[in-house]
């Protein structure tokens, strides 16, 4: 058993929905948290920084009155996101705000700056960086952060390309705190396989671009749910950071997903070069879309997860009888 924060215990499911660039709100951050899993967004979907301060007043408020209306089953923490690149000239600031409100969980990416845990520390927040491989792990952790979130092959957005069994196996040769892995986590199934390999939990994203509460154009939305591992492309060329994307967007946008040029990674931005911008007109998505068959709200996607994680830790037991 890995060294969980108190903060992370208590959830319905071991699953941590991930920050997800535009898409993300409050209102699925809320919906999230009275599902009883970790919700998140990142701070710059807030735009400007005052509405960041509008933000974390409505998740806080409102989780705060829920939590008074439901004793026997409180709302799960929520996370902000934090980009962590020398191309975020916003950081400072929405720290400041994070201190405000004392966000329970500070998810930092692309880079890791010891100062950001630092000042999460400073209120009794979390840190929890993501990484594409060991060395950056590494480096997270010496540089204070009090967790990680493995980020394999076949997760939506910004990823890697390492397996999550090769991952997760040289992470926990040496890290025994919290891990979260990200990389086609879709069902309960999935999430309990997460929990078997070695990790904390499971770090989901794609599957809630198709809810209601979702800030993502409805073609979007429809293509998570039309689309399956098949229609995923793996790129650099959008934002220089190589990243999952969904085919469709990108004919839509005139190109041939089967030939995209390779990206400068030292030019790397948030919009995307030339008329197609990511994450607005390329849309980002994982492999594990194929599982996503409907659009609809956040609570019903966790309820599915839960019944769907009961049912195979169930099968796993009874499975494993026979070999005991």
């Keep these: 058993m890995s060294n969980i924060p108190d903060i992370l215990k208590g959830l319905r499911i071991p699953v941590i929905g991930s920050p997800l660039f535009i898409i993300s709100n409050p209102k699925l951050v809320i919906e999230q ?3 009883g899993i970790v919700g998140s967004m990142p701070a710059l979907n807030a735009r400007p920084v005052s509405q960041l301060d ?3 007043a409505e998740i806080t408020e409102e989780l705060a009155d829920y939590n008074a209306r439901n004793p026997e089953r409180p709302a ?6 934090q980009i962590v690149h020398k191309s975020n000239d ?14 329970p969980i500070i998810i930092s990416s692309l880079g890791a700056r ?7 520390h400073s209120y009794g927040g979390v840190v929890l ?11 997270a952790i010496e540089k204070g952060a009090d967790g990680l979130i493995a980020v394999a092959a076949g997760a939506g957005g910004h990823a890697g390309d390492k397996s999550p069994f090769a991952l997760v196996q040289e992470i926990r040769e040496w890290f025994d705190g919290p891990l979260a892995l990200s990389g ?25 671009i198709a809810t209601h509460e979702a800030r993502a154009a409805e073609d979007y939305k429809k293509a998570i749910v039309e689309s399956t591992s098949d229609d995923i492309v793996y790129s650099n060329l959008f934002t220089g950071v190589h990243g999952n994307y969904l085919a469709p967007s990108i004919r839509a946008a005139g190109l041939d997903p089967n030939a995209l040029p390779e990206s400068d990674p030292s030019k790397m931005n948030f919009g995307g ?17 194929g599982a996503v068959k409907e659009i609809t709200s956040a609570a019903e996607y966790v309820d599915k997860l839960h019944r769907e994680y009961t049912e195979a830790r169930e099968r796993l037991i009874q499975s494993t009888q026979v070999f005991a």
Aim: glycine content about 8%; proline content about 2%; hydrophobic content about 45%.
């Design 33 to 35: 948290c009275k599902a």
């Design 54 to 56: 509008e933000w974390l």
């Design 90 to 103: 916003r950081l400072e600031q929405d720290m400041e705000l994070c201190a405000k409100y004392k966000v």
């Design 184 to 208: 086609s986590i879709a069902n309960g199934n999935a999430v309990l396989a997460a929990q078997a390999l070695g990790a904390d939990f499971a770090y989901i994203g794609s599957p809630f």
């Design 129 to 139: 960086h993501d990484v594409i491989n060991n060395k950056y792990a590494h480096k």
């Design 114 to 120: 010891e100062e950001i845990n630092v000042a999460a």
């Design 273 to 289: 070069e030339g008329k197609a911008k990511a994450w607005k007109d390329i849309w980002g998505s994982g492999q594990g879309i």
């Design 76 to 81: 799960a923490p929520f996370a902000i996101n």
